[in-house]
């Protein structure tokens, strides 16, 4: 692991955070988690550069504050190293108490680059995408002015994934009126009446890059979809971007469905990274 | 303003935060912002306490993670500086990407000590105290998980207090379901029916200590309070730690009636500082 921060146009070696940081004190600020495969190159870049790029208006960063962590985010794309991950969080900058945003306040963006397994698509590998889960208790408020977006505000998870049964490898978090939103670390796909279908994020949520890849590819829909589905649904799909697809063979006690497809989804996936 | 960082069980010189604290990865902790008198002592430092301890508890730190910030909030208390401010954060400590939390997770706590004017209670400097203020537009997400407590996910904060009028000293904020929470800094107090009330906090918003010493004198009671109650209310008042209870002279453009106990107010809680 290593830890960089940006500064003067360039990423230099990590030079620690402030605990005056907008981060730190009231998490006003966004991240993006990526993974860089065989020759270095992301993959999704585009749908990240997207997601941050909207979160930054969504938070009212300024022209400036956005101009300069896009270049931040473009130089971080164009130099990674093969088959590695990073973490890229970008805060509104430093300032003493208070929630008002200073005129001269700037961004810091820091970066931490790790490894990344490299892609192995033999159907042994792919056995361990065959995973366990169930409904968890914590349920996700309903905020649209935050939903969708990948800011630091993540409390909600933090209490949701200490609510994991011992064999549960994901969760189905669903919001303040039992709709289903999104698991704990990635996001869920239901197949319902012949059809795949994944939660509308308007409301709660995060908008992951891998289900933008599979909504692009016509291969789902988005949908309300209510609790009630959890039990009726023939088969189920967690997904990000560090594991791509996995199927749900067991959910709240309940055998499901692996379907064929699926396979082929993460062939797919995986010959992204190569 | 000085920063100071709890280490081996005293203060020390501030030592620079990490990037990997889960503070800033996610806002996985809590602060208080306190004030200290002409003698150097909290008058409400039980009300700090509570709230942060109940805050702990409720964001389930452990036994001895709770111990550790409880020591450290003692030894702020009994050492600040006279006519001083604190800034208390504690964060669940530093770990590599993930929601899940290691056993051996141990709490960044950090202090921020700054200086808060002396007491003045000349009717000039009350006169002061009268505000301008109006509805926020941005509501607030209702989850009862998090509501009450003083967390470090503040992004609808962030983004309301961007939402204020240029004549504005605060606002009003209500949830998603039009019930009136809170001010942006502050808790609010309506006056209606020939009595104070304010809203209960059950669902959203921030519990802070001058509402309970409030709420503890009888002076004042929680209700359900609706939207709709801005627009019938006699008389209106904020309060927090650093300013004391204000009264809204003038709110969304309606003159307020200024009510003589709220100067009654104002001088009890200046006495409790001096």
Redesign the interface.
Known sequence: ?A?WRWRDQVWQE?A?????????????GL?E?LRFGADGYCPLAQHHRQRLSNGLQR??FSDPAIEMTLSAFEQMISTAPANSGA?F?V??GEA??????AADVSPNI?L?R?EVANVDSTPESNSVHHITAGTNP??????P??AGIK????????????QFQDDWNESVLLD?ESNVIEG??SNVFLYLNDKWLTPYLDQAGIAGVVRDWLLESGLVEEAVIHQSSLVQCEAMIFCNTLSGPRSVQCFDGRSLAIRDEIQDWQEAFNRLYR
Not at 138 to 143: C, E, M, P, S
Not at 151 to 162: I, M, W, Y
Request: aromatic share 8%; net charge positive; glycine share 6%.
């Open positions: 692991m830890i990590y620690s955070a402030n605990v005056l940081d907008r981060g730190l004190q009231f998490g006003d991240f988690t938070l009212q973490k969080i805060t509104r003493p108490r208070g929630y008002v945003i820091t931490v790790f914590i349920r996700l408020a309903r905020q002015l935050l800011h630091l505000n993540r409390l909600e998870q933090v209490l949701a994934r200490q303040t704990c670390m």
